[in-house]
């Protein structure tokens, strides 16, 4: 208990201040960065919360896959620089972005605090294996094959639709 | 061993696979044999089409469900499939010329047209919150390239941007919802969810609530829904015309339809929460919608201010949420398809290349040179205004009803005033091109293709006026699953 | 085990961060990776309420939203690229030949 509270404390705060940092990078490879080590502390979370399988999956494909294609376009379009020109022509919507965002921190507080999951009780994983590939396997193949398949969909239009839209030659 | 899906599960699909069929091999004649695709590929997806449409109604009057309960195929989701299905048909055809002026790649244009359609059918037989999600994100990330299709347009590039960001956006907060939703109930699948609504203890938990609030508002921006509805005049401005005409169909209808499974076939014991939002909601939508419109004067964005007005009136049948309104619902849906993508047919006729002419002073003294075409323009603003003898009033009037048997009079007069407010727009494009006399008239050809699609909407828009009944004895059936 | 609210709390300071992201920034990029950050989050909750509750679905859940977020970075990144080939900046407020 005592041990996972520190993990905790120590995780959530990277998690956190690194989630920060991305919305407020000036440098997009910064954000890049910052985003990447975000996806590796909720890993770790994921470890603790035994999802052994997903805490690879996110490591290998969202901090591996996703975020080197995210570095490679910011740096194939040399966007490092300032592109984001100080002149903001919405600046009301920065303040109404933060009333939101703070109504939407106060509705979790509340509802967390309403102590809905308070009670739960910390019961040990159902089995020692829970959330490794087996299990998790099992469960894709069988009672969720139908998503597994559309998702085959879904990436058939993601290369397409890469590929239409940065192909460099006219038609 | 243990089967993983009951083979006859796959019988329901039937529509998307012969959907998927055909993209793929559109895709294939595409990569190995470039200029007969060109040619081929619109009649290649039209048949498609076609082929799915007669699986679709062959399918009707069988309520089956199949992979545990993911996928349903009730008389409501047949219904508003064929409103989608009829969308695309007409998109394609409409598309046949529309493609080869503007120098698309046709081969990807059509398949990503069958591929998103996949998507919006699957949302619409979807009774689970993951597959929603996911049939939502199918049919939104084609219908994002699509917006960025014309690549040497910086406006197109400009839109397909904006959908994607915006689009995004709202299936994350969608999807946190869900994970919300999750959370309070144990489960995804909608039939569970209105079983454990029942127990008291989850009826009032907030995680639930903020976890409804967030899917409502997540699929409010893909009916495009005031205050969710920033992208759409832009979008629609941006995208090629016949794309702005595909996804208002049929982005919309499935949105509409997954926002009806979840509100009221999952969520009806939790009507007294959301009625108020959805209230203000459509309240806004078909406010904000017809106002704006009147300022517009490119008809694209016309058009888009008009879908999200009609948006509006279906709100009002979901907050309704009794027999009429369930009923109305599809029926609304397939004269919308009819009526609206009439109008994207004649936009698409008289805009020249690059998405030039699409002033309202385009269309000036366009009944001297082309009284046919003028003529279906204006019977489509009949429509889109409700007024007869059209599909528009019908819908318009079963939904009033819908309201009137809900109690729910403020939101009556509201729709009443507001459509009364909108005849001004859609008839001024009436009188401009009746009443004015150019000395020079728009020079305008209309492909057959175009003039086929234009006479079919024009017949369906007829048609469901005199016989509304056509959709009755189905919609009667829906019904009964209340 | 902590109690489940530690956690579902983390993610909601996490995805109340990324709609901050996508409000108050006009950079694509990184309007693009607060929705990342957004997905993020959702999924840490579909984690815990999968552990808290022991079941396995929250596990798939988070397996089709990664191959969602994965299609969705190819399409935004292949529509970035294509915007930069004809203009060099990729500001969304200065996207204004068409009016907000």
């Known amino acids: 208990m005592i041990a996972e509270l520190v993990i905790f404390i120590i995780l959530g705060t990277v998690a956190v201040a690194t989630g920060v940092a991305v919305i407020l990078s000036k440098n997009p490879v910064h954000a890049v960065l910052f985003l990447v080590i975000n996806f590796f502390s909720v890993a770790m979370f994921y470890l603790v919360l035994s999802a052994q399988f997903v805490a690879f999956l996110q490591i290998l494909v969202y901090a591996g896959a996703i975020m080197v294609l995210f570095l490679f376009v910011v740096m194939l379009l040399n966007l490092t620089g300032a592109i984001e020109s100080v002149q903001d022509k919405l600046p009301a919507q920065k303040w109404v972005g933060l009333a939101l965002g703070i109504a939407l921190l106060l509705e979790a507080g509340v509802v967390t605090a309403a102590g809905v999951f308070r009670q739960v009780p910390a019961a040990p994983p159902p089995s020692p294996n829970f959330g490794t590939s087996a299990p998790v396997g099992v469960k894709l193949f069988f009672d969720y094959l139908l998503p597994f398949e559309v998702t085959s969909v879904l990436l058939l239009i993601a290369i397409v639709g890469s590929i239409v839209l940065a192909r460099r030659r006219t038609y | ?482 | 085990m902590l109690p489940a609210h530690y956690y579902l709390m983390l993610s909601a300071v996490l995805f109340t961060t990324g709609t901050l992201g996508v409000l108050i920034r006009r950079n694509p990029i990184i309007m693009f990776m607060s929705i990342e950050l957004m997905l993020n989050a959702a999924n840490l909750a579909f984690i815990t309420f999968s552990r808290y509750q022991r079941s396995l679905d929250g596990h798939i859940f988070v397996f089709i939203i990664m191959t969602v977020a994965a299609a969705e970075v190819a399409v935004g990144l292949g529509i970035i690229i294509s915007i930069f080939r004809t203009r060099t900046d990729i500001n969304i407020d200065d996207l204004n030949i068409m009016k907000g």
């Open chain 2, 1 to 482: 061993m243990r089967i993983p899906v009951d083979p006859s599960d796959w019988l329901i699909l039937i529509p998307e696979f012969i959907l998927l069929g055909t993209a793929i091999a559109i895709l294939m004649i595409d990569a190995f044999a470039k200029a007969a695709s060109d040619r081929s590929s619109p009649w290649i997806s039209l048949a498609g089409t076609a082929g799915a449409i007669v699986a679709a109604v062959f399918l009707w009057g069988n309520p089956l469900s199949g992979f545990g309960g993911m996928i349903v195929n009730d008389d409501f989701g047949v219904l508003v499939s064929t409103a989608i299905l009829t969308g695309t048909a007409l998109a394609v055809l409409i598309s046949v010329d529309y493609v080869r002026r503007e120098e698309l790649p046709a081969g990807e244009y059509y398949a990503l047209i069958l591929l998103s359609t996949i998507g919006m059918l699957l949302m619409v037989s979807s009774a689970n919150l993951i597959m929603i999600f996911l049939s939502l994100e199918v049919l939104s990330i084609a219908l994002y390239v699509l917006t960025g299709f014309a690549r040497m347009r910086p406006r197109s590039q400009e839109a397909g941007m904006k959908y994607f960001l915006l689009g995004s956006f709202s299936a994350a907060i969608l999807v946190y919802g869900v994970a919300l939703i999750y959370g309070a109930t144990g489960t995804v699948d909608l039939q569970s969810i209105a079983d454990e609504l029942i127990s008291p203890g989850v009826l009032g938990n907030p995680v639930l609530l903020a976890g409804a609030g967030l899917v409502l508002v997540g699929l409010g921006f893909k009916v495009a829904a005031v205050p969710f509805q920033m992208w759409t005049p832009d979008v629609y401005e941006g995208a090629p015309s016949t794309v702005a005409a595909f996804m208002s169909i049929g982005s919309k209808a499935a949105a509409f339809a997954a926002l009806v499974r979840v509100l009221i076939f999952a969520m009806g014991g939790l009507r007294p929460e959301w009625l108020a939002a959805v209230w203000v909601i459509a309240a806004l939508t078909m406010t904000v919608g017809n106002l704006v419109a009147i300022a517009q004067d490119n008809i694209k964005r016309m058009l888009a201010y008009s879908s999200i007005a009609h948006a509006g009136y279906i709100l009002v049948a979901v907050a309704a949420a009794n027999r009429l309104g369930l009923q109305s619902i599809p029926f609304y849906l397939i004269a919308y398809a009819f009526m609206n993508l009439g109008a994207w047919a004649v936009v698409t006729a008289v805009t020249r290349k690059g998405e030039e002419a699409v002033g309202l002073s385009d269309y000036s003294g366009l009944f001297w040179s082309h009284p046919v075409l003028a003529g279906s323009m204006g019977l489509f603003m009949f429509a889109l205004a409700g007024i007869p003898p059209t599909a528009g009033f019908t819908a318009k009037i079963y939904v009033f009803m819908a309201a009137v048997a809900a109690d729910m009079i403020g939101l009556l007069i509201i729709a009443i005033v507001t459509t009364i407010i909108s005849a001004y727009f859609y008839l001024r494009v009436t009188v401009i091109m009746f009443m004015e006399r150019p000395a020079e008239p728009p020079v305008v050809t209309v492909p057959t293709p175009l003039a086929v699609a234009i006479a079919v909407a024009a017949a369906g828009t007829i048609w469901l006026f005199l016989f509304p009944g056509v959709t009755q004895s189905f919609t009667d059936t829906v019904a009964r699953l209340l």
